[in-house]
Each structure stands twice: as structure tokens, then as C-alpha cells.
């Protein structure tokens, strides 16, 4: 059974602060994922990684960074960080190649708050 | 440009009710499509693709290439299938696993 952690359920903030919210998967999956979920606007992506080392912008990364030292590891940094920013954050997932390789696993979610 | 649209933010029937929820997309390749279901308090989880073509927890969903949607429906809800849905597409061609999501509809039903 796939399991995505996140390091906090709920965090909060203060504006200017630098933030780091940790992913780890144990299932040995090439792609990870940060997605920020918020009413009315659904999923929207971030940054992702396919690989060790490597990062690509999703429709969203301003104002966000990223990490992947090693593979079950994904952290979303921000950078300092804003009330706009208050929103909950998903990481997900998933198989590079395979059958299944589109089905994304997600975490539980942090629940940030930027004061 | 790829997009899924999800017309409706909330849905509410009664239990014993048939629903559909609503999915079209736009997308010049050819598609991959899901459900994703979160329930409350739970993660996200994927209910079901299109090319497996099964019916999860009495759910299917048809592609509908020609009306460029994805629908989900039941014939007869109940109170536990209440929670958010999310309609999604994968993306460049599937080669790196993104998925584009719509925004949610979430489902109430109602006793």
C-alpha cells in the first residue's frame, strides 16, 4: 500500500518567515508533486519532479521552490512567505512508467496559515 | 490549450437518487481520464480511470470523445458517497504522469 507522509497536518506562519513543508513516499516513485488546493479553485500545480535532482514548474510556482536530494524525499519551500500564500498543500506520487503510471497517490495535506 | 471543466461547484439529491456529475475537457491528443474522490477528513484517491473501464463503489464513467466529457454517474446515491470529486486529464502525453484537474464538484446527499 503506497504511503505519502507529510510532515505537518497543520501549520502556521508569519509573514516574511521561510517555510519548508516535507513529502516522503515509500513506494520508490519517480514523480512527486506539491499542489495547493483551495475552494473554488481546485487543484493547482506547483512545481514536480521526475527524477532525483530534477524540478519543473507547474501553473503556479511563484513564490515557491523546490527540493528532491533523494527519491522518496519532495520539499516545497517558500521562500518568505505571504498571506496569499495560506492554502491547503498536497503532495502526491507517482510511477514513471507502467500501467498504472498516471495514477497519482496522494499525502494527507498541510494546512497552512500565513498571519 | 488542455483544460477540464467541472460546471457544477455543488451538487445535492436525495439517497436513492441517480447523479451525474460532469467532466468535459479539452485536449488535442488523445486523452487519459479519472475521478479523483476525496472524502471528508480523507485524502485524495483515485476512484476510477477510463481505460479500465470498471465500475467502482457503483460508479462508471464513459469518455465521450465526440461531446469531449468524462461524467460520472450512479443510478442510486447514498449518504456515504458524499464528498468532493474532482475530474482530471493526464497531460503531455502521459510521459511524465501530470494530471490537470478540474476544480471539484462536491456531492451532497441527502437522507
Known amino acids: 500500500d503506497v504511503k505519502v507522509t507529510q510532515s505537518s497536518r497543520y501549520l502556521v506562519k508569519r509573514t516574511g518567515e521561510k517555510v519548508f513543508l516535507e513529502c516522503v513516499q515509500d513506494?520508490?516513485?519517480?514523480?512527486m508533486f506539491w499542489y495547493r488546493q483551495d475552494p473554488g479553485l481546485g487543484l493547482r500545480l506547483i512545481y514536480f519532479s521526475y527524477d532525483v535532482k530534477m524540478k519543473e514548474k507547474g501553473d503556479i510556482p511563484e513564490g515557491y521552490s523546490v527540493s528532491r536530494e533523494k527519491k522518496e524525499r519532495f520539499s516545497l519551500i517558500l521562500e518568505s512567505a505571504s498571506t496569499n500564500q495560506t492554502s491547503m498543500y498536497l503532495c502526491?506520487?507517482?510511477?514513471?512508467?507502467?500501467?498504472?503510471?498516471?495514477?497519482?497517490?496522494f499525502g494527507p495535506g498541510t494546512r497552512l496559515t500565513v498571519l | 490549450a488542455q483544460r477540464v471543466t467541472q460546471p457544477e461547484k455543488l451538487l445535492s439529491v436525495f439517497k436513492g437518487a441517480p447523479v451525474e456529475l460532469k467532466c468535459n475537457y479539452s485536449y488535442s491528443g488523445s486523452p487519459e481520464l479519472f475521478w479523483y474522490v476525496q472524502y471528508s477528513r480523507q485524502r485524495l484517491q483515485l476512484l476510477l480511470r477510463h481505460i479500465s473501464r470498471e465500475s467502482i463503489k457503483g460508479f462508471t464513467a464513459d469518455l465521450n470523445k465526440g461531446e469531449t466529457s468524462f461524467h460520472l454517474k450512479k443510478p442510486f446515491a447514498q449518504e456515504e458517497d458524499s464528498a468532493m470529486y474532482y475530474c482530471a486529464l493526464s497531460s503531455y502525453g502521459g510521459s511524465q504522469g501530470n494530471l490537470i484537474f478540474g476544480k471539484g464538484t462536491k456531492l451532497s446527499v441527502k437522507p
Open positions: 513506494m520508490d516513485h519517480e514523480n
Open positions: 502526491a506520487s507517482s510511477l514513471h512508467s507502467g500501467r498504472d503510471y498516471n495514477e497519482q497517490f
